[in-house]
């Protein structure tokens, strides 16, 4: 043999390789496999009761941080279908945020991106909230997101 064979050799099995289907190893969930409404583990919203209320009413931030926690599943269940994005539901309306996850979630259904649900997870820590005004508060949180 001489020197040249083993570069031959390795170039030759670079090809086979490569011209095998390149979809072969690649999996593609269908919406059935991915359904969030059977597959998503985490607490059903209750329906507020007077209590509840009264609480909110009294200390606005558990209230802030009940509706913030509200949001973030949604926006968990945006990254699993976000063709399905509640993006009104969980921005404010004119927010740089609300801009931002439209776009987002646009480019994501383009490309046909979505996260798998049970893969990695999301954890995070609110580190204070200010009430900017009736109705609006910035929660500024410290968090880790290993979602795939």
């Known amino acids: 043999m001489s020197r040249s064979s ?15 289907d390149p979809e072969a190893n690649t ?3 269908t919406s059935a496999e991915i359904d969030p ?11 507020k009761d007077d209590s509840q ?5 009294s200390n606005p931030r558990t209230a ?7 949001a ?5 269940r945006c990254g ?19 801009s931002f996850l439209a776009n987002l979630m646009t480019e994501r259904v383009e490309a046909g991106f979505r996260t798998l649900p049970g893969i990695g997870e999301f954890r995070y ?13 910035v929660v500024h949180t410290c968090s880790l997101d290993s979602v795939v």
């Open 72 to 76: 973030i599943s949604a926006r968990i």
């Open 80 to 98: 699993e279908r976000p063709d399905r994005c509640a993006i009104t539901q969980i921005t404010a309306s004119g927010s740089e945020y609300r």
């Open 125 to 137: 820590r609110i580190e204070s909230i200010e009430v900017t005004d009736i109705g609006r508060a």
């Open 6 to 20: 083993p570069l031959f050799l390795i170039v030759l099995v670079g090809l086979l390789g490569c011209a095998s």
């Open 53 to 57: 209320d009264a609480m909110a009413s």
């Open 37 to 47: 409404i059977s597959v998503i583990d985490e607490p059903v919203p209750t329906p």
């Open 64 to 70: 802030i941080t009940r509706d913030f926690a509200t």
């Open 27 to 29: 999996w593609r969930p």
